[in-house]
C-alpha cells in the first residue's frame, strides 16, 4: 500500500526554521518525483517546491526561493524540505506528494498521483 507520511511541522517564530520530512512506503521510491505542496484556510493549494526521483533537479515557487531546500535521501525513502526563514505568510498546511514523470509544469498538483495527509506549519510571534 503506497503511503506518503509528512512529519516536522510545528509553531516557529518568524524568522526561525522547521525541516519538514516526506517518508514513502508501498511503491519504488527512487522512480518518482516528490513535491511539496501547501493550503492556508481559504486559499488554494500551491506548489512551493518538487525534486526529481534521482534528486538532479529542483524547482521552487518564487515566494520561497532562497529560504527554501528541498533534498531527498533514496536510501532512507524520505525527503526533507528545509525551511528557513520563515514569514507568518508560509502558515499552512504542507502536504508531500508524488508523480512518475518530472515534467513541466513542475509544481501543477493536478499532476501528481499520491498525497499524504499533511502537517501544520504555523509562523506566528
Known amino acids: 500500500q503506497l503511503q506518503l507520511v509528512e512529519s516536522g511541522g510545528g509553531l516557529v517564530q518568524p524568522g526561525g526554521s522547521l525541516r519538514l520530512s516526506c517518508a514513502a512506503s508501498?511503491?519504488?521510491?527512487?522512480?518518482?518525483?516528490i513535491g511539496w505542496f501547501r493550503q492556508a484556510p481559504g486559499k488554494e493549494r500551491e506548489g512551493v517546491s518538487c525534486?526529481?526521483?534521482?534528486?538532479?533537479?529542483?524547482n521552487y515557487a518564487d515566494s520561497v526561493k532562497g529560504r527554501f531546500t528541498i533534498y531527498r535521501d533514496n536510501a532512507k525513502n524520505t525527503v526533507y524540505l528545509q525551511m528557513n526563514s520563515l514569514k507568518p505568510e508560509d502558515t499552512a498546511v504542507y502536504f508531500c506528494?508524488?508523480?512518475?514523470?518530472?515534467?513541466?509544469?513542475?509544481?501543477?498538483?493536478?499532476?501528481?498521483?499520491?498525497w499524504g495527509q499533511g502537517t501544520q506549519v504555523t509562523v506566528s510571534s
Open positions: 506528494a508524488a508523480r512518475r514523470k518530472y515534467t513541466y509544469p513542475f509544481l501543477d498538483r493536478w499532476r501528481y498521483d499520491y
Open positions: 508501498g511503491f519504488t521510491f527512487d522512480y518518482y518525483a
Open positions: 525534486i526529481s526521483s534521482s534528486g538532479g533537479s529542483t
